[in-house]
């Protein structure tokens, strides 16, 4: 997390001016440029769909587990596994969802929010290490080819078409706002996927008595969920490690800022996630004595909402007689 020494909590750099936290609005909090917008920092609200999710998938692991001995079919077997996996992951976004809604503390003073970045990075991971083992377990069918009972495979996996498929579906509208929620999404999206291969694999199993059929499904079937997953992680881990969120462009932010009237100069802007649903900025602005108002600060960030969703801004004002340590771009 960047470090906020230097902003504009405790008063500007500059002799003699008495602009303390310019705050939209007028707050108390000084430098805190988010009071009076009306927007909040909790992401939508999906614990219906995490409960419905949860409960569904319960079920059809236990009904997919025990028809999977009976049927000896490694898909039915594999994808139970997986689904187990998958609960585990919804409850996890579950909880950094909740725990994102959590007010403030003296001690987190940023609230909970990380946790729905680190429940993102770890489906990403759990899913990794579920498909792990699927590919594994493929390989070794390869050696010693079961028989398998194609239409108990078939009944089995189209419920769990019908059930992986409405579970994502709960998950659809929040997909591309919240990683935590994609990750949710990309979970039963991939099991319904897998699903639907185990019904074809079933269908020609029963057609040609061909029992190798059913590990390359698997491993088919784990390539198209990595591929997938790897977004996922990639996505995650950057913002783990505080990359600018995707859709904000760094550059396009310095220069908005620079073009703003009243602005002279702008250095030390740094970008990071709060959450997985909200992105703060701190910033230097160097700007003549007499532009420096309230005005001017809601201006600013009322234009980062509008413009780049960036929702917690610090701005710190200076007016240029101050030699600022933190100007140089490599200074953190």
């Not at 587990?65 to 689904?83: E, F, P």
């Not at 881990?237 to 904000?248: K, N, R």
């Not at 004595?289 to 600013?300: E, V």
């Given at each position: 997390m960047p470090s906020h020494d230097h902003a504009a909590h405790a008063g500007h750099d500059h002799a003699g001016h008495d602009h303390a936290g310019h705050e939209h609005g007028g707050g108390d909090h000084a430098g805190h440029s988010h009071g009076g917008h009306g927007h909040s920092h909790a992401p939508a609200n999906f614990d219906r769909a995490f409960a419905i999710g949860v409960t569904l998938n319960m079920g059809f692991i236990v009904v997919e587990?025990?028809?999977?001995?009976?049927?000896?079919?490694?898909?039915?077997?594999?994808?139970?596994?997986?689904?187990l996996g998958d609960v585990?992951?919804?409850?996890?976004?579950?909880?950094?969802?909740?725990?994102?809604?959590?007010?403030p503390t003296a001690k987190r003073t940023y609230g909970y929010g990380r946790t729905s970045i680190l429940a993102a990075l770890a489906n990403a991971v759990l899913l990794l290490v579920a498909i792990g083992a699927i590919g594994w377990e493929a390989v070794q069918r390869f050696a010693s080819p079961q028989p398998v009972q194609g239409m108990t495979v078939m009944i089995v996996a189209a419920i769990g078409i019908v059930v992986n498929g409405g579970t994502a579906l709960l998950f659809m509208r929040g997909r591309k706002g919240d990683i935590n929620i994609r990750g949710a999404f990309l979970h039963m999206a991939a099991d319904a996927g897998i699903s639907a291969g185990v019904v074809v694999a079933g269908l020609v199993m029963m057609v040609t008595g061909w029992l190798w059929l059913?590990?390359?499904?698997?491993?088919?079937?784990?390539?198209?969920?990595?591929?997938?997953?790897?977004?996922?992680?990639?996505?995650?881990?950057?913002?783990?490690?505080?990359?600018?969120?995707?859709?904000?462009?760094?550059?396009?932010?310095?220069?908005?800022?620079?073009?703003?009237?009243?602005?002279?100069?702008?250095?030390?802007l740094h970008i990071w996630p709060l959450s997985t649903t909200s992105t703060?900025?701190?910033?230097?602005?160097?700007?003549?004595?007499?532009?420096?108002?309230?005005?001017?600060?809601?201006?600013?960030?009322?234009?980062?909402?509008?413009?780049?969703?960036?929702d917690h801004a610090t701005i710190q004002f200076e007016t240029g007689r101050l030699d600022c340590h933190l100007e140089p771009d490599h200074v953190v």
């Open positions: 587990a025990a028809y999977g001995l009976i049927a000896n079919s490694l898909s039915l077997l594999a994808d139970a596994g997986h689904n585990a992951g919804l409850l996890l976004a579950w909880g950094a969802a909740w725990l994102a809604r959590r007010a059913d590990p390359v499904v698997s491993l088919l079937l784990v390539a198209v969920v990595a591929f997938g997953t790897w977004g996922l992680l990639k996505d995650s881990v950057a913002l783990a490690i505080d990359e600018v969120p995707p859709g904000v462009s760094r550059d396009e932010v310095f220069a908005h800022l620079q073009a703003m009237g009243g602005v002279n100069d702008v250095h030390d703060a900025l701190t910033v230097h602005l160097v700007c003549d004595n007499d532009k420096i108002d309230d005005d001017l600060t809601g201006r600013i960030v009322e234009e980062l909402k509008a413009k780049f969703k960036i």
